[in-house]
């Protein structure tokens, strides 16, 4: 199993940015990939972005490409989400999760793809 622990949420205002840390400890060699997702109140857990650990692909949801990016530091087994141009419907606890196996066409974007996640950290962006 691997620990994962989120941080650098808080509150900002529209246009502004944030950068989340999720730290990773454990056996954080055999995980393929990471992800973010967030959650509304209300709403379901949307997927965010996605990396993978060796050759650091990159995938986002449409909602956020071109305001955010996902990268690793592999030496420090942490993932980062840098959210700029930040908007109000950003605002949802988000998640880091990993995930053991590759994955099929698109199959990043699925919960059912990650096997550990963090307890989450919020984030509101006020208008």
């Known amino acids: 199993q691997v620990q994962l622990v989120e941080s650098g949420g808080g509150l900002v205002q529209a246009g502004g940015s944030l950068r989340l840390s999720c730290a990773a400890s454990g056996r954080t060699t055999i995980w393929y990939a990471m992800g973010w997702f967030r959650q509304a109140p209300g709403k379901e857990r949307e997927f965010v972005a996605a990396?993978?650990?060796?050759?650091?692909?990159?995938y986002y949801a449409n909602s956020v490409k071109g305001r955010f990016t996902v990268s690793r530091d592999s030496a420090k087994n942490t993932v980062f989400l840098q959210m700029n141009s930040l908007k109000p419907e950003d605002t949802a606890a988000y998640f880091c999760?990993?995930?053991?196996?590759?994955?099929?066409?698109?199959?990043?974007?699925?919960?059912?793809?990650?096997?550990?996640w963090g307890q989450g950290t919020q984030v509101t962006v006020s208008s």
């Open positions: 990396i993978t650990w060796r050759g650091g692909s990159t």
């Open positions: 999760a990993a995930a053991p196996d590759s994955w099929s066409i698109g199959g990043y974007s699925y919960q059912s793809a990650y096997a550990s």
